[in-house]
């Protein structure tokens, strides 16, 4: 039995990495699929996480009620989705879906599967969150240039991580 898993892991691994290389946008069933986004797309998505920092600091200095968080929050995840339904809305069946590798920041960011964007939008909240709660405890420069770098260093991992990953 031992024996049997070893000999048919590699095929597995390189069955399962053709599968990922294949699938196209509506089709992503898990989240290891990011990882094949070409670098533009981890760059939008961080460009955007970046934004949404530097101005949850700026908000932070100027507004201070109870349900500002909150208000804030769902804000910035209707401005992230409200494109997306719009643009869905003028989808039909011929629409194209490229393959995850092929895929374009701006004109396919809207053909993902469903899921995805409640995955972002629990991504994004926790970029909110944590930087607010941070700014909440101290808010100078010097705090919101590390919390930027940590977003970008984990936010652009999966691109970072690829020179490192076995081919």
């Not at 500002?68 to 039909?92: E, F, Q, Y």
């Not at 941070?134 to 808010?139: I, W």
């Amino acid at each position: 039995m031992g024996q049997e898993m070893k000999s048919s892991g590699p095929r597995r691994k390189i069955r399962v990495m053709s599968d990922h290389l294949s699938k196209r946008l509506n089709e992503m069933d898990d989240l290891r699929d990011m990882g094949r986004f070409p670098p533009s797309v981890h760059a939008g998505a961080t460009a955007n996480v970046l934004l949404t920092i530097l101005l949850t600091y700026v908000l932070r200095g100027r507004r201070e009620g109870p349900l500002t968080l909150p208000a804030w929050a769902g804000g910035v995840i209707c401005a992230n989705i409200l494109p997306v339904i719009l643009l869905r809305s003028r989808m039909d069946e011929d629409t194209h879906y490229p393959r995850l590798p092929q895929m374009s920041f701006l004109g396919d960011q809207h053909k993902f599967a469903s899921w995805v964007y409640a995955v972002a939008s629990a991504n994004m909240l926790v970029w909110i969150v944590l930087s607010w709660s941070v700014f909440s405890h101290r808010r100078d420069r010097r705090t919101l240039g590390a919390m930027l770098l940590l977003a970008f260093f984990c936010t652009f991992f999966p691109v970072w991580i690829r020179p490192f990953r076995r081919q």
